[in-house]
């Protein structure tokens, strides 16, 4: 089993913004969306269209709803106030203001905007909600949602604002309030808007509220399940490009590959760990750097963890992703909203929205992704020292002395190392009281998952730095040369970044090396079968 391959979990290498289209269509209905899914629509722009067998239980749930709007007796969310103010009954001529109200007071967010993908993921996991029928939403919101999604209208959300319990209220009430024709929202072009402006010039008209609508719009986990895929959507790329920083460094490092060998792996029958040592296996297929002591004359006893326990730490995160994989699984699955419309036609009040599943296993992501970082910096320092490099001059500097060569790359690496290390304290163990004390513990889940991508930034920027010096140690071992694949990655590197030289300005090729991994470039010029 690994992160890469289950049906339930993400493949695409893509990080971008979405602007490359690999779906034309994604149908939302009462089925569960699947990972491939939710990339397609929030990085890729992929058209939403609504299941009409779907739409017709969105209509049925709907007349429960009026129904009960009728009653004289009062109804949660539907003719009484909310959180504290359960208990408050509201007439039916203020209940249309009462959903508006819930929808602009909690739009509340500060801070930087939320970037677009993020975004577009929780927008289209709302809209899958309701569509299960399970909301009392009337169809033509669930279609006014898809027609914003379509229209690739993407309101501003901000930072700040989510305490993950009822889920993510504050994102979600900012992008409700753009499809009721308020709040602010960039159009296609990123052009800044008044959401009413917004939707005016897609055709869309804007959504008047009705009972219970509010309360479904904003009422779910959704900004931190988006996240959630949208980071395990980046650790199928960035563990198997860990495995080629690694497999280079332990070429340029005269390490060995006889520690990776399948029995040897077998004796510890961890999944993620037997696909990470098989990937160093493929990668070092063919080494002659490798071959050149391999025998008897090669006086290494065994090499240092950072190179022969590469894949346990990988592995072990490989199954840390699967386990993620396994709970946004059973997410996407779900139904969450407060209160909800039961099969039976019930509507009950429950804690479904709260975002402890969630919130845990992002914490467990920032935890795995500094681990894994911390590790791969331990491989560029040994690069750089002359002591333990095997004959690499210091710091791999052309003219030693005069030189610094990548010397102030790993401290590059070290820093952010540093960081990922106070990202990986979890947020979900946090908890602070709000709404008089009826929301008396929250899970911060939003806050757990916008740190893991902060984690995850980074992690890609050590092991960027990690290639990029492993590419100098392989020229400088001419002429022996590495394997196949590890090799067209250091060509491909050079394609950013030249080779062995005086010292020149880095910054600039750092960055195109971490664009190569953020592309999925690295993973590509192996152009062997990795998992």
Request: charged share 15%; proline share 4%.
């Amino acid at each position: 089993m690994t992160i890469t391959t289950s049906p339930s979990t993400p493949t695409s290498a893509h990080n971008g913004s979405g602007a490359s289209a690999v779906t034309a269509s994604v149908v939302v209905g009462t089925a569960a969306l699947s990972f491939t899914d939710v990339i397609a629509v929030a990085r890729h722009n992929a058209r939403v269209t609504l299941d009409p067998v779907s739409l017709t239980e969105v209509a049925a749930t709907r007349a429960i709803i009026e129904a009960l709007a009728a009653d004289t007796e009062p109804h949660y969310g539907i003719s009484t106030g909310f959180g504290a103010l359960a208990t408050t009954f509201i007439s039916p001529d203020r209940r249309a203001h009462l959903q508006s109200s819930l929808v602009r007071s909690h739009a509340a967010g500060s801070g930087p905007e939320v970037e677009r993908e993020v975004i577009r993921a929780l927008m289209l996991l709302r809209l899958s909600t309701l569509m299960t029928g399970r909301t009392g939403v009337r169809p033509a919101t669930a279609e006014t949602y898809a027609a914003v999604l379509n229209a690739q209208i993407t309101p501003v959300v901000h930072e700040y604002g989510s305490l993950g319990c009822s889920g993510d209220l504050a994102p979600l009430a900012h992008c409700a309030l753009v499809v009721m024709g308020e709040g602010r929202a960039r159009d296609a072009t990123g052009t800044l808007l008044g959401g009413g402006d917004a939707l005016s010039a897609a055709g869309i008209t804007p959504v008047v509220l009705a009972e219970k609508e509010g309360l479904a719009l904003i009422n779910g986990t959704d900004g931190m399940l988006g996240m959630l895929v949208l980071a395990l959507d980046d650790l199928a790329r960035l563990l198997t490009t860990a495995d080629i920083a690694a497999a280079m460094s332990v070429e340029a490092l005269l390490g060995t590959d006889a520690a990776f060998a399948a029995d040897l792996q077998q004796l510890r029958p961890q999944l993620g760990q037997a696909d990470s040592a098989a990937n160093l296996r493929r990668l070092l297929h063919g080494s002659a750097l490798l071959a050149s002591h391999a025998g008897p004359e090669d006086t290494s006893v065994q090499d240092a963890y950072s190179l022969r326990c590469a894949p346990q730490v990988h592995g072990a995160a490989r199954d840390t992703a699967a386990h993620a994989a396994l709970v946004a699984g059973r997410e996407l699955a779900s139904a969450i909203d407060n209160p909800v419309v039961t099969v039976d036609g019930r509507v009950c009040s429950n804690g479904n929205f709260h975002g402890a599943p969630l919130g845990y296993v992002l914490d467990f992501l920032a935890i795995a992704s500094a681990d894994v970082a911390s590790m791969s910096e331990r491989r560029t320092d040994r690069h750089l020292d002359a002591s333990r490099s095997k004959g690499l001059p210091p710091f791999l500097a052309h003219e030693v002395g005069v030189d610094s060569g990548l010397m102030i790359a790993q401290y590059t690496a070290a820093g952010i190392v540093s960081e990922l290390k106070r990202l990986a304290a979890p947020a979900s163990v946090d908890s602070i009281p709000s709404s008089a004390m009826q929301e008396d513990h929250v899970s911060m889940g939003w806050h757990a998952a916008r740190k893991l991508r902060r984690s995850l930034d980074g992690l890609g920027r050590v092991l960027a730095i990690e290639i990029m010096t492993a590419a100098r140690s392989l020229d400088l071992r001419a002429p022996l040369t590495p394997a196949v694949a590890t090799a067209a990655v250091r060509d491909l590197v050079r394609t950013v970044a030249a080779g062995p030289g005086h010292d020149r300005f880095l910054s600039p090729e750092i960055e195109g090396v971490v664009a190569l991994v953020a592309s999925g470039a690295v993973r590509g010029a192996a152009a062997i079968d990795l998992v």
